[in-house]
T-cell receptor
């Protein structure tokens, strides 16, 4: 069975400072990993995905994530936070050989202070 | 190319009524997924459907909930005799195909059900 743990339920940063949202996964297979962002009362938007190609993945809005198999981690980072980054972020693991079974983390709420 | 369309966006039901949530996948997508997001919780998988078939309903409550994806028309998530605990955001997603590494799932904007 696969699962994903987002280590922080809430992260608060100041505008212009780095962002780190942590995610650890568990999977019996070679997983695909995703980060989605959800703004209030909105659907989920794909930020980036890892699919066994390059371990450092670049996404939209300046976000990137690094797949570290030895640490079973897929942390999301951004060098400089913007006010518009305030949202809920979900780390997702998918075993795509098993009927597209995607498992979501509980989410991390990012607050950006001026 | 329109994205995943869900309606209604907001639905209010009294306890005991039925709620029907509709989802039209992206054009060309034949795989549909339903997720539920309870207040202060993450998203939980409910059901995975292909046209006319339920592939995985391991996340569906055993009673009152059902889903279908007919040959023609949108996918429907149906909740009978709603209770207050059913109040949540319900998200539909679709994908092009299954079993392909990196296959991206696209989400709709969600339907917010409030049971009063």
């Amino acid at each position: 069975a696969q699962s994903v743990t987002q280590l922080d339920s809430h992260v608060s940063v100041s505008e212009g400072t780095p962002v780190l949202l942590r995610c650890n996964y568990s999977s019996s297979y070679s997983p695909s990993l995703f980060w989605y962002v959800q703004h209030p009362n909105k659907g989920l938007q794909l930020l980036l995905k890892y699919t066994s190609a390059a371990t450092l993945v670049k996404g939209i809005n300046g976000f990137e994530a690094e797949f570290k198999k030895s640490e079973t981690s897929f942390h999301l980072t951004k060098p400089s936070a913007h006010m518009s980054d305030a949202a809920e972020y979900f780390c997702v693991v998918s075993d795509l050989d098993n009927n597209n079974d995607m498992r979501f983390g509980a989410g991390t709420r990012l607050t950006v202070k001026p | 190319n329109a994205g995943v369309m869900q309606n209604p966006r907001h639905l209010v039901r009294r306890r005991g009524q039925e709620a029907r949530l509709r989802c039209s996948p992206m054009k060309g997508h034949s795989h549909v997924y339903w997720y539920r997001q309870l207040p202060e919780e993450g998203l939980k998988f409910m059901v995975y459907l292909q046209k006319e078939n339920i592939i995985d309903e391991s996340g569906m409550p055993k009673e009152r909930f059902s889903a279908e994806f007919p040959k023609e028309g949108p996918s429907i998530l149906r909740i009978q005799q709603v209770v207050r605990g059913d109040s949540a955001a319900y998200f539909c997603a679709s994908s092009l195909k299954s079993g392909v590494s990196g296959n991206t799932i696209y989400f709709g904007e969600g339907s917010w059900l409030t049971v009063v």
